[in-house]
């Protein structure tokens, strides 16, 4: 059964208000009130709770066991009212209350990073949910709306594409793989490589199957993200496409090696921004638009 509260909001945050300035003048000034009026809803509050919060020292207001407990309580409570408020405003303005955002697995986390930070420092009150797809399943995410913002490697027609990041995806092993055991040490064809296990990217679509890098290789493993592709790789189980920014570590600790395709096969892919509806997109749809543009890794992109 709900029970209104018996102490307002004006009441707590003249006590926060007295425990940070140190004494009710501080406080009233900081409040712009008087400080007899600061004095009275303290005074109230302490009638008001089983336990008093604050009791005077001369003339200082200081903090009882209780008021200890209760002051961090009351801060809380105060942050999130005014959080609820700008939400209220937020909304009367058109401002999303939340935004979502799709990114292809082939994009390396890290480069997101600056991004939600500056995102979070602009729009705090903002959510952010982050989906993470892989092939078909990006460009899903885009036709059927179920994202603002997508990243990914494919623009389909109808929809403009804004480029913001490169991925090269080269064919690696664990370096002690038959692969780099051969006899005659030349480079490695594409019917070679079919005889060899293949780990390979599940597509999240639901409309499209596709597998990432397949080969046709005779045995073939599926995962659903890179990051598990590279923990298979790394135990010596198959050889796979992956992107060079997802194991730089691995390359230069020699945890995984390059295999040395014939002609140097490997493929280059450019990723993506697209925005699902372009004419009713927010202004934080727009704005993290606009970051993630300007934080791409390299304004050689759009050259």
């Known amino acids: 059964m709900y029970r209104s509260p018996r ?8 006590f926060q ?3 940070e300035e140190g004494s009710f003048a501080g406080a009233a000034e900081r409040l712009n009130k008087s400080q007899s009026s600061i ?15 604050l009791q005077l020292q001369g003339r200082k207001a200081v903090l009882t066991d209780e008021g ?12 999130q009212a005014g959080e609820t408020e700008d939400v209220a405003n937020m909304i009367a303005s058109g401002l999303e209350s939340e935004v979502t955002l799709a990114v292809d697995g082939l994009m390396e986390p890290t480069m997101l990073v600056p991004v939600l930070e500056q995102f979070s420092r602009d729009f705090p009150s903002t959510r952010l949910r982050i989906l993470e797809t892989q092939l ?17 490697g494919q623009v389909p027609v109808g929809y403009l594409g804004t480029p913001v990041d490169s991925c090269r995806m080269i064919p690696v092993a664990h ?30 679509g639901i409309r499209r199957n596709q597998d990432a890098g397949w080969l046709g290789s005779e045995q073939r493993w599926t995962v659903s993200h890179f990051s598990t592709a590279v923990k298979v790789l790394k135990a010596g189980l198959g050889f796979a496409f ?6 730089e570590e691995e390359l230069n600790h020699g945890l995984l090696k390059m295999l040395p395709l014939a002609w140097g096969a490997e493929r280059h892919l450019t990723l993506y921004l697209m925005v699902a509806a372009t004419d009713a997109a927010g202004p934080a749809t727009r704005a993290l638009a606009d970051i993630i543009v300007a934080n791409c890794p390299s304004q050689s992109l759009t050259d």
Do not use: C
């Not at 004095?39 to 919060?53: G, I, M, R, T």
């Not at 793989?177 to 990217?201: C, K, T």
């Not at 992956?242 to 194991?247: A, K, N, Y």
């Open 17 to 19: 208000a007295v425990v």
């Open 175 to 204: 370096p002690e793989h038959p692969l780099f055991n051969r006899e005659n040490g030349d480079a490695i064809n594409d019917y070679e490589l079919r005889s060899w296990r293949q780990i390979v990217l599940r597509d999240t």
């Open 136 to 152: 078909s399943g990006t460009v899903e995410m885009l036709l059927e709306k179920k994202a603002d913002l997508v990243i990914g």
């Open 7 to 14: 102490i307002t909001l004006d009441q707590w945050a003249a």
């Open 39 to 53: 004095s009275y809803a303290v005074a109230k509050l302490n009638e008001q709770l089983p336990a008093p919060v």
């Open 242 to 247: 992956l992107p060079q920014s997802w194991i």
């Open 68 to 79: 200890h407990v209760m002051y961090r309580r009351a801060t809380l409570l105060l942050k």
